[in-house]
């Protein structure tokens, strides 16, 4: 097979002199031939045909331009070259059309990995349309579909790519193109690689490969700090009289998350329906999350029970609230707040009543298990997080008195 390649196969890099620029530079061109036949592709670079090497198709000198160009003309020859080999080995022959065509990713690939990616969207979309699925986790698989666009033809200079060129090395180097390119966080980096795993699943299933390529990369959420209120601050904001009328309704909101762990978008699509009398003879929510679609049923204490009387026949419509936006929640949720001269380190928004619905509850001495099941979380290792800020509360509040036993600890070790 070797000999067969040193005979038919071979790439050149040459200079497209009749189309020069307004700079004076002119296009690097490729050219493809095997058994005889050429194909030509443009690089989609350009250089001052003054610094070409002629004989080795590559740029004279050691200046950064020139080592760049160098560097991305190596890497063009490298993938054409596993592009020949590889439909050598699956196919017994291949024409130089077909590996310009693969190396390009010109849509004639049915195995192709944007191509995949583009139809799993339309699928999500169609579902998100149908109320199946949440707009804001289309979001982001169209903003994942659009880093993985430009990484690709940053890269790999092309539009697409077949799934037998997917190696473990390909989503590390989308991991670093994230962080680094794009500035993304760890764990937006944890969000964004998730569907490029899952998209390797799909191409497994398919049998566009026979395995998974990123089996052994590895990543976790990190743990963040998770804003919550104190039971005494929750207490301050349900006896503040907000300064304004529109504060009102944003101000019971956040004290019914608070009490029943319910984030922003599950109490906006709360109907009358979902609030049922359950066997133990007490009012429950019983609802599914928006985001996860696990159930998240939640026994209404009188707090919220109130709320809901409070605006009852207000919507005209099935639903209970009639909710602001979550940026205008927020927004109001700040002055509010600010109004009830509560302090705290961390930014204060209205997911910040969930998380204190978790603390406040544990603290109070509700089962992991129990608390897991009305926050509709899939898995209690999630739950498990905010018995870990309990713990680290407690820690600090040590912290605090330790030191008033300072004499007592000399006394009794001297």
């Not at 979309?125 to 993985?148: A, D, F, I, P, W």
């Not at 026979?210 to 601050?233: A, C, G, M």
Request: some cysteine.
């Amino acid at each position: 097979m070797e000999q067969a390649k040193r005979s038919t196969f071979k790439l050149l890099f040459y200079l497209k002199k009749n189309e020069p620029k307004k700079n004076g530079n002119v296009p690097i061109m490729g050219r493809i031939t095997i058994d005889g036949t050429p194909k030509t592709f443009g690089t989609k670079l350009e250089i001052n045909p003054n610094n070409w090497d002629l004989k080795n198709g590559r740029i004279l000198g050691k200046s950064v331009q020139a080592l760049s160009t160098n560097l991305i003309l190596d890497n063009i020859r490298l993938r054409i070259n596993k592009t020949y080999d590889d439909m050598l080995k699956e196919e017994g022959f291949t024409t130089a059309q077909k590996v310009k065509l693969s190396f390009l990713g010109i849509g004639v690939m049915d195995d192709a990995v944007l191509k995949a990616f583009k139809e799993q969207n339309e699928d999500f979309e169609r579902m998100v349309s149908k109320g199946k699925r949440s707009q804001n986790t289309y979001n982001k698989y169209k903003s994942v579909y659009n880093h993985l666009c430009e990484f690709i033809k940053e890269r790999y200079y092309r539009e697409d790519m077949p799934f037998r060129e997917l190696t473990s090395d390909f989503i590390r180097e989308f991991d670093f193109f994230l962080r680094i390119d794009k500035k993304c966080t760890h764990n937006t980096v944890w969000v964004y690689t998730m569907p490029l795993i899952a998209l390797a699943e799909l191409g497994i299933k398919k049998g566009f490969i026979r395995q998974n390529p990123f089996e052994d990369y590895k990543i976790s959420v990190e743990e963040t700090d998770r804003s919550y209120l104190l039971k005494d601050d929750v207490e301050k904001v349900m006896l503040l009289k907000p300064s304004k009328p529109q504060y009102e309704l944003v101000k019971d909101l956040f004290i019914f998350s608070c009490f029943t762990g319910l984030s922003y978008i599950d109490i906006q699509k709360l109907k009358w329906g979902n609030i049922q009398s359950f066997f133990d003879g007490h009012q429950w929510i019983i609802s599914r999350r928006k985001k996860s679609d696990v159930a998240s049923n939640v026994r209404l204490m009188e707090i919220p029970k109130h709320i809901i009387e409070k605006y009852r026949g207000i919507t005209h419509s099935d639903y209970i609230f009639e909710i602001p936006t979550n940026p205008t929640c927020n927004t109001h949720i700040r002055k509010l707040m600010v109004e009830a001269e509560i302090i705290t380190e961390q930014k204060v928004t209205f997911h910040t009543a969930r998380h204190t619905f978790a603390t406040m509850f544990l603290t109070e001495g509700v089962p992991l298990e129990s608390l897991s099941k009305m926050m509709g979380h899939k898995n209690i290792s999630t739950t498990q997080i905010y018995a870990k800020i309990t713990s680290q509360k407690i820690s600090k509040d040590m912290d605090l008195v330790s030191h008033k036993f300072k004499s007592m600890e000399d006394a009794f070790m001297p």
